[in-house]
């Protein structure tokens, strides 16, 4: 019996709207889909793993600058002028409601090209409750927060929603929810009230704008008000 008695045409393997039209062995061509299943079922799982304290940590801890001759290698982020810190003082410890269109909008500016990570957090619909849907990225959150690393930072805690339903609405639902998630830091890690500036935006700021209800539009956004150098010398 020849190599060729061993061989037999398979179906393609398929998976998803991928498929390989080439003739295997048996075992092959079953160890072969067995490998792209898992593969798929791997890349799937990842990109639905929820956000871990460490990835927040690392998103919101400042990057080193390196120098050379020709100036620093990486960007350095914008550094407050004395009006934008004072502005900064001037929202802490104020209620995210009581924040008027232009305040948001400076801390918007403000908070441009500053470390950030987007957390998606699972409220009830029209609810800002945290609950057990919503803790596992509200407590990584916090479990970020209270590191060493991040321990003297101040952070904007951005509310955002998708585009279904009005604009007040939607506003007014993304103010409670940043509300929601600074309390609840505030409460369970201890987190000092000062350095955590809540704000919503609605739906004005649409993560993926090609899909204005997509589930990643409604998100809290973290920004690290850092305003130190980071350069290494």
């Known amino acids: 019996m020849s190599a060729d008695d061993d061989m037999i045409e398979c179906s393609p393997p398929k998976v998803g709207r991928f498929s390989l039209a080439q ?106 409750e945290i609950g057990r849907e919503a803790s596992p990225g509200v407590t990584a959150l916090g479990q970020a927060l209270s590191s060493p690393q991040l321990a003297s930072s101040s952070f904007v805690l951005a509310g955002h929603t998708d585009a279904k339903g009005s604009d007040p609405f939607n506003q007014d639902l993304s103010e409670r929810r940043a509300e929601s998630v600074k309390t609840y830091l505030i409460e369970h890690y201890k987190l000092p009230a000062a350095n955590l500036i809540s704000v919503g935006y609605g739906k004005t700021m649409l993560k993926n704008t090609n899909n204005p209800f997509a589930a990643e539009n409604r998100r809290v956004q973290v920004i690290n008000l850092v305003d130190k150098d980071t350069a290494s010398k």
Do not use: H, M
């Open 23 to 128: 003739p295997y062995a048996p075992k092959s061509c079953a160890t072969f889909a067995a490998a792209i299943v898992l593969f798929w079922s791997s890349a799937i799982a990842q990109a639905g793993d929820p956000v871990t304290a460490q990835d927040i940590l690392n998103a919101l801890t400042p990057k080193p600058l390196t120098r050379s001759l020709r100036g620093p290698t990486t960007d350095e982020p914008q550094k407050q002028t004395p009006e934008q810190q004072n502005f900064v003082n001037s929202v802490r410890n104020r209620s995210t409601r009581s924040l008027t269109l232009d305040e948001r909008n400076e801390l918007a500016t403000i908070s441009k090209d500053k470390p950030s990570i987007d957390i998606e957090i699972d409220f009830a619909y029209n609810s800002a």
